[in-house]
């Protein structure tokens, strides 16, 4: 029987690692190069939302499975490239993951794409004692104990 009594499940994105600008500098790097302006009050309107349904809101009847495809690669690319360095946890993120594993709760990440989790751990944003992930590319699960 484990000796857990409870944990928490955490979404790093925009919950533990401060993202936001970095995801709209993306946007607007990945929809500039198909000719879509993408203004900070979309950026908000959409924050949180995958790409698939950002982009049907932005592209309307023009959107299809192939520019999903194509932009959404180039965002998460360029995205990947955007939080080397730059990205931060956010105030009391790591001061809240030290407390809960000091009283012995085991805590899960969840993210959309195991490369950016990779990133996390591999630019020191997140530090963990051990990961395992599962999952397909759209669900991937790391755990710290």
Request: proline share 3%; aromatic share 12%.
């Amino acid at each position: 029987m484990s000796a857990y009594k409870f944990g928490v499940i955490w979404d790093l994105d925009g919950v533990l690692v401060d993202t936001g600008e970095l995801h709209f500098r993306s946007w607007v790097k990945a929809l500039t190069k198909h000719h879509i302006p993408f203004t900070y009050e979309q950026f908000r309107a959409t924050f949180g939302m995958n790409n698939a349904g950002i982009l049907q809101l932005l592209l309307g009847p023009a959107f299809t499975p192939e520019l999903l495809a194509e932009i959404g690669d180039d965002k998460e690319r360029i995205f990947r490239d955007e939080i080397r360095g730059r990205a931060q946890a956010l105030p009391g993120a790591r001061e809240c993951l030290e407390r809960l594993k000091a009283i012995g709760a085991r805590a899960a990440f969840w993210l959309r794409r195991w490369q950016i989790w990779r990133d996390y751990l591999h630019f020191g944003i997140i530090q963990v004692s051990r990961v395992s992930l599962s999952g397909t590319c759209s669900k991937c699960w790391g755990t710290i104990s």
